[in-house]
Every structure is written in C-alpha cells, then in structure tokens.
C-alpha cells in the first residue's frame, strides 16, 4: 500500500467516526487514488483532479461537480499532511442543485397503495409490505430507517419506535398513533406465526427471514404503484414521497387549525430526524395548497398586496 492509500484509509476513518457513512464517496476515492497511481504524477495535482472528474465524459456537468467536490475535501485534509498536495478549484463544473418535485400521496391514494400489498405472494411478503408502507406513511420515516428496525427497537406497549440507523446516524425516538402501533402489533403476530424461526431479528423481514433489500422494496413499490394507477408514463412517484406527504399533511393540519408553524416547526424537524429546520421548511413549497393557506394567513394579517 502506498502512502496516498493509506492517507485514504485514514481519511476516510476519522470522517465516518464523525458520522459520515461516505459510501459512495468511499467508492470514488479508491478509484481516483488508483488512477492518481496510473497517471505517473509524483505529488496530488488539480489538473488530475479535474481530469479524473470529468469521468465518464458522457455524464453532466453536475456529476462532475460532485465528483471534483468529493476530490477537494480529501485534498484540503491532504495538504494539511503534505504541503505539496494541490487543492483543486471550487466551481470548475457549472452545477445546479435539483430536487424532484415529490409526488404527494392522497389519502385515498395511499389506501390503494395498501390495498395493493395484499394481492402479493408469499402472504409473508404482501403483511411485511402492508406494515412497512403504513409506517412509512404513518411516520414519515426514511426507508432505509425503517428496514433497519430491529424487533427491540419497536416496543408495541410504549407505542415508541427507536431509530437506530439513521442518517448522519443521529439516532431519534418515533412515538406513533394508537392505530399504527396496533397495525403493527397485528402484522408481529402473523409475522411470527408465517416466520417461526427467522434469520435475523429486523422486524420487517423478507420472504426468508433476512433483512428487506432496498432494491426488492423498490421494485416491488414500483409494480404496486403502477398497478393501482398512480405510476404513469409522465408521473414517478418514489417512497421517500410518502415521507415528503407526511410532512405536508401535517403541516396543513397546522394551517388550517390556526397552529403556529415556527413555533412547531422545530418538533416536526426533530420527528423526521432533519439536521436543522430549514430541511423542513423545504415541504412549505412543495404542496400548493400549503402556499395558498400561507398567503391567505399573510393576507388576513398584513392585508391585500397593493
């Protein structure tokens, strides 16, 4: 191993003993490590940076923004190391931050979603699918989160679901509404009846007793939504949308009950296990119908615009 390798290992674990999971970051450092090795330069150069950002040539520019920053980082915490190190430019690649307009789920939308776990086969996959997809729209918890979950981690006499494995792992506690945690109370009991001896403790299981794959939940929330109609040649909904509704039902609940929403807003934040309130305020913009009960609170308070 040379020495940039082992700068990388050390790199890469003082900054996932901080929280960062660095998945695919840890992926593109290898590789860029690797061709710094196989380009012949003797120190860390921008001008190899740069070049090795700009990989595949086919990609956008975005993704080679991404890339160059994943780069500058690691060479910021390089060059403390040896001076010689060049740290590339910010804003070599023209980047625009896009988010997905999420699809927001209608209640009766969401009941069809449910409906159409249960035409699935094994019966131990469709109630592991019912149960998931309903917490996830009950809770607005992220997926991953909830496929993580061990059976101690959901105590169905408190009505407390503990997030262990969460983003930036800030682990948080998920109270649920009585139906919710009677919904999963009835779904461990067929559970363990169809799973007697399961694989592992996580408590959603797959059709084999292991932990749910995020790949399979996709595939099979994409087959469920295209299916009862929602899916559509021009409309993509995705499960983090279910967490997107949840977060805009409640804040119209707020609305419309005359509640203040900067004085909750850090309780909802909290709930959803975003770093600081400004991800949540996000969601004020993402549903019309929250924009009109903004203006007409604005209106009623401040008066018509002239």
């Known amino acids: 191993m040379n020495a940039l390798s082992r700068h990388l290992e050390d790199y890469l674990r003082l900054r996932r003993a901080l929280g960062f999971k660095l998945e695919q970051e840890g992926r593109w450092l290898a590789q860029f490590v690797s061709y710094v090795e196989s380009s012949g330069e003797a120190i860390f150069t921008g001008r190899v940076a740069i070049k090795w ?17 994943i780069v500058r980082k690691f060479a910021a915490y390089l060059h403390t190391i040896e001076p010689a190190t060049e740290v590339p430019p910010a804003n070599v690649f023209a980047a625009r931050r896009h988010r997905p307009t999420p699809y927001l789920w209608s209640e009766s939308d969401i009941a ?9 086969h094994p019966p131990l996959r469709a109630a592991t699918y019912e ?15 909830a496929i993580a979950l061990q059976r101690d981690d959901v105590d169905l006499s408190r009505g407390v679901v503990t997030v ?17 945690i009677e919904a999963l109370r009835r779904y461990a009991a067929v559970r363990d009846r169809l799973c007697p001896m399961p694989r592992s403790m996580v408590f959603f299981p797959s059709n084999v007793g292991t932990k749910l794959s995020r790949s399979k939940v996709g595939e099979a929330f994409r087959r469920i939504s295209i299916a009862i109609g929602v899916r559509t040649a021009t409309v993509h909904p995705r499960i983090h ?25 850090g309780t909802l934040s909290t709930y959803l296990g975003h770093v600081s309130p400004a991800g949540t305020y996000w969601y004020l ?20 615009a002239k």
């Open 53 to 69: 950002a700009q990989q595949p040539v086919t990609a956008q520019s975005n993704q080679w923004a991404k890339r160059l920053g």
């Open 112 to 120: 069809r979603l449910i409906e159409g776990t249960r035409a699935l």
């Open 131 to 145: 149960a998931l997809f309903g917490l996830l729209a009950a809770s607005g918890m992220r997926v991953g989160e």
């Open 164 to 180: 262990r494995v969460a983003k930036f792992d800030r682990w948080r506690l998920v109270p649920l509404h009585v139906s919710a």
């Open 241 to 265: 949308d279910l967490r997107h509704s949840f977060a805009v039902r409640t804040l119209l609940l707020w609305q419309r009950s005359g509640v203040s929403v900067d004085a909750h807003i």
């Open 285 to 304: 913009s993402a549903s019309p119908e929250l924009m009109q009960l903004a203006g007409e609170r604005l209106e009623a308070r401040f008066g018509a």
